[in-house]
């Protein structure tokens, strides 16, 4: 199907262990975008791409890891995760220059 | 730091009332302003965007104001219907910021039947 998928939808993990969430789009987007919702912080730009093998730190980096070897593709990687990273983490894509992201349905991470 | 952000948490409204979302900002240099919608369990989705360069632009059912003297936008909805209950953002697109918009923390809209 078309569009911005995200996996899982639901994660659990302990502190210290790697994750990686998996972002797919289908609609060759050059932008990709990591973010994080978090209660009383709205939306914070984890990473972004503006193509393949282009990555570049936003707002809040720390902890995070992303690659982007394929156009369609966006990794978030918390290399060690903690406690401060249980969150909803929305991954996005848009045409270069355009205020319309497209988001996808978001993952939850809970770490314990 | 430069911000943008609401000025209410949560607005209830009568349906078939029209609503108004509003928010502030302080970072002047901003080439758009933009207005995501968020139904609970799902992303956000674009409602509309407006230039720094005007004062008003309408959508479907929506209308976004933008008042650079005193750095307000505002979302009206009018005929607020139940399929509109959802959080609201308003997110800014600074000047030579390519695509890195910056949210604000968000409304929740409320529409009682």
């Known amino acids: 199907d078309a569009g911005i998928t995200q996996s899982p939808r639901y994660k659990i993990t302990e502190t210290g262990r790697q994750v990686t969430l998996m972002c797919h789009q289908t609609?060759?987007?050059?932008?990709m975008f990591w973010y994080r919702q978090d209660l009383g912080h709205g939306l914070r730009l984890i990473y972004y791409?503006?193509?393949?093998?282009?990555?570049d730190k936003g707002e809040v980096p720390d902890g995070y890891v992303v690659s982007r070897s394929k156009t369609e593709n966006f990794p978030l990687t918390l290399e060690s995760a903690t406690r401060s990273q249980t969150s909803v983490y929305f991954c996005?894509?848009?045409?270069?220059?355009?205020?319309?992201?497209?988001f996808g349905p978001g993952t939850r991470l809970t770490v314990l | 730091g430069e911000s943008v952000g609401l000025h209410l948490p949560t607005l209830s409204v009568q349906e078939g009332d029209n609503s108004i979302i509003n928010c502030a900002y302080s970072?002047?240099?901003?080439?758009?302003f933009i207005w995501y919608k968020q139904e609970s369990g799902k992303g956000p989705q674009f409602i509309i965007d407006?230039?720094?360069?005007?004062d008003k632009r309408q959508g479907q059912r929506v209308t976004v104001l933008l008042n650079k003297t005193v750095k307000h936008l505002s979302l009206q909805i009018a005929a607020t219907q139940p399929g509109d209950s959802a959080v609201y953002f308003c997110?800014?697109?600074?000047?030579?910021?390519?695509?890195?918009?910056?949210f604000g923390g968000g409304t929740r809209l409320m529409v009682k039947p």
């Open positions: 996005a894509s848009s045409e270069p220059l355009a205020n319309e992201q497209f």
């Open positions: 609609w060759s987007h050059s932008y």
């Open positions: 791409s503006a193509a393949a093998d282009i990555t």
């Open positions: 970072n002047s240099a901003s080439d758009y």
């Open positions: 407006i230039r720094s360069n005007m």
């Open positions: 997110a800014e697109n600074p000047i030579n910021a390519g695509n890195m918009l910056t």
